[in-house]
């Protein structure tokens, strides 16, 4: 579609129903404003006239399931209205053009060779993501891609998933003839993330800013994990959720985040087996004592919560399907409290004078027992980075204002969940 075309598209009510759902209704004009934005920096740095697409995926919020992908658990976990939103069209030649405004980066890419015009973590990435598209049998080629993410960067809500997701629909699009389903997508992440950050992570962020909507992942069999919607409204319930952040980025923390995965399955290899979906928390306890010697408490304590953790999904699911909202609040508190007490990811042991999450827990968690509702809890990979509050409608703008007062001014998110996952998204007006 031409630039002067999509910007009466955006005009339209189609486009205004849309984008409530996407962003909230409060929300439509400031990111029709974004997205006018996008185009007019795409036209001053490639030039007007072309036939461009847009494209978004969302970041994601857990609500159960932390840290389990990785060892072929299950999780919980919705897409939000924060996003990565890129405006890109195909182009004749072998180079690749990304300007990523958030980041002030503006690089190119050879098709052939993978080889990126600068040096940085986000132009590794991409070309991490480019190899794990062609290792899986896909094609790529050249194009333009003007980029911009209001995601919170580093805290936990996948910006950096949301960025890969974002690439794997607009390769999807312009060079597959959209072959590709949401598990390819988030297997081609995970892959520029192992490969190209040496980061071990699992498909939960992936899979979650992909899909969109809450979802129930079960990863037992990696290659082809079993995905499931929930039909469940937040705001029908009376709650919404709030996105706090501590102030301290997690980006530095990979040693730290990818101990977790590397512990819980020393724990498995006590048994003969890969990962903790393979054992049970029966056969933990039967050979505690041994498992102590042979991989020290934390790493027991962590595959402990993984068994929990794994179960706890189960009956969040059966809570939401039974409209058991007060009993899946009940399992969202349990859960952070397994994170922080077992899995011991609430701060780094390393910086350990600086707990902006077990405070930012604290404080909320004295606010919702005065109200004598609502639940909080670590959020996403922990170690600093955000929490998650579910609070009551009743109660959000009190609590935001508390939580900015008291606590970190500028902190504060409020969340919907969207029902996109990564979208083309002129092909849904």
Same mark, same amino acid.
């Given at each position: 579609m031409k630039t002067n075309e999509i910007f009466e598209t955006l005009k339209t009510k189609e486009c205004e129903e849309l984008f409530s759902k996407m962003y909230g209704r409060e929300q439509v004009d400031e990111? /029709?404003? /974004?997205?006018?934005?996008?185009?007019?920096?795409?036209?001053k740095r490639y030039g007007a006239g072309e036939n461009i697409e847009i494209y978004s995926a969302p970041g994601r919020t857990e609500l159960g399931g932390n840290h389990t992908d990785h060892n072929n658990g299950k999780v919980l976990a919705g897409s939000i209205n924060l996003d990565c939103v890129g405006v890109a069209s195909i182009q004749d030649g072998d180079t690749i053009n990304i300007v990523s405004v958030d980041y002030d980066l503006d690089f190119s890419i050879n098709v052939n060779t993978l080889q990126a015009s600068i040096e940085s973590s986000t132009a590794k990435l991409v070309c991490g993501l480019l190899e794990g598209v062609q290792k899986r049998g896909h094609k790529i080629g050249g194009f333009h891609a003007y980029i911009s993410s209001n995601v919170i960067s580093a805290a936990g809500v996948s910006s950096s998933a949301s960025f890969e997701m974002l690439l794997c629909a607009i390769i999807n699009d312009l060079f597959n003839d959209n072959s590709l389903d949401m598990v390819e997508y988030a297997k081609i992440g995970q892959y520029a993330e192992n490969h190209n950050w040496n980061k071990s992570s699992g498909l939960l962020d992936q899979m979650a800013c992909a899909v969109g909507g809450i979802i129930h992942i079960d990863f037992k069999n990696e290659e082809m994990p079993i995905v499931s919607q929930m039909n469940i409204d937040f705001y029908q319930e009376g709650y919404g959720i709030v996105i706090v952040n501590t102030g301290k980025s997690?980006?530095?923390? %990979?040693?730290?985040?990818?101990?977790? *995965?590397?512990?819980m399955k020393s724990v498995a290899n006590y048994f003969g087996k890969t990962?903790?979906?393979?054992i049970s928390l029966e056969d933990i306890v039967n050979n505690i004592e041994e498992l102590r010697k042979q991989v020290g408490d934390r790493a027991v304590l962590r595959a402990i919560h993984f068994c929990d953790e794994?179960?706890?999904?189960?009956?969040?699911?059966? #809570?939401?399907?039974?409209?058991n909202f007060d009993q899946f609040l009940h399992l969202v #508190?349990? %859960?952070g409290n397994s994170s922080w007490k077992l899995l011991q990811n609430c701060y780094s042991i390393e910086n350990y004078n600086e707990q902006g999450i077990p405070l930012a827990l604290t404080l909320t968690k004295m606010f919702l027992d005065?109200?004598? /509702?609502?639940?909080c809890r670590v959020h996403g990979g922990g170690f600093a980075g955000v929490i998650m509050a579910i609070v009551s409608l009743e109660d959000m703008d009190e609590y935001v #204002?508390?939580?900015?007062?008291?606590?970190?001014?500028? %902190?504060?998110?409020?969340?919907?969940? /969207? *029902?996109?996952? #990564?979208i083309n998204v002129l092909k849904l007006i």
């Open positions: 990111n /029709r404003k /974004r997205y006018e934005d996008l185009i007019t920096g795409y036209e997690h980006a530095d923390l %990979s040693e730290e985040y990818s101990l977790v *995965p590397k512990e990962v903790c979906a393979e794994n179960g706890r999904v189960d009956k969040q699911v059966e #809570a939401l399907q039974k409209n #508190a349990e %859960s005065k109200k004598g /509702r609502g639940v #204002a508390f939580m900015e007062n008291k606590f970190l001014k500028n %902190s504060t998110y409020k969340m919907i969940i /969207r *029902p996109y996952g #990564a």
